[in-house]
C-alpha cells in the first residue's frame, strides 16, 4: 500500500514537472534573469518524479533484501538518475556533450551509490 501512495506522489509530481517545463518553455524567454536554474530544477523534479516508481519496481523485484534494510533505496536511485540526465541536458545545451561524457558522469554516480553501499553496510 506505501508503494502505492509513493507512486501516485511521484507521478503527481512528474505532472507538475513536466507541466512546468511546457510552459516554462513556451512563455518565458532563455535569456531572462533567473530562468536557466529554473529550467534545470524543474527538470530535475520531472526526471526524479518520472524515474521513482519504475526504480521502486526493479528495487523491489531485483533487490528484495536491499529494500528490506534501505526502504528509500529507490528514491536515491531515481535522484541520482535524474541528477546524471540533467547533467547531460546542462552539457548538450553548452555544446560539449559527448559519449566519453556520458560514461564519465555516470560512473560517477555508479561509484558514489557504491561508497554509499559500502558505508552503509
Known sequence: MRYRIISFAAVLLAVVGWWGLYELTGKVGPDETGVRPFFFALLFLALTATLAPPAAYL????????????????L??????????????WLQMHRVFNLG?????????VALEFVIVRLRA
Do not use: E, K, M, Y
Open 59 to 74: 528495487n523491489r523485484r531485483l533487490a528484495p533484501q536491499a529494500v528490506g534494510r534501505d526502504s528509500w533505496r529507490f
Open 76 to 89: 536515491r536511485h531515481s535522484a541520482w538518475a535524474g541528477l546524471c540526465l540533467t547533467a547531460w541536458v
Open 101 to 109: 561524457f556520458a560514461l564519465v558522469i555516470a560512473l560517477i554516480f
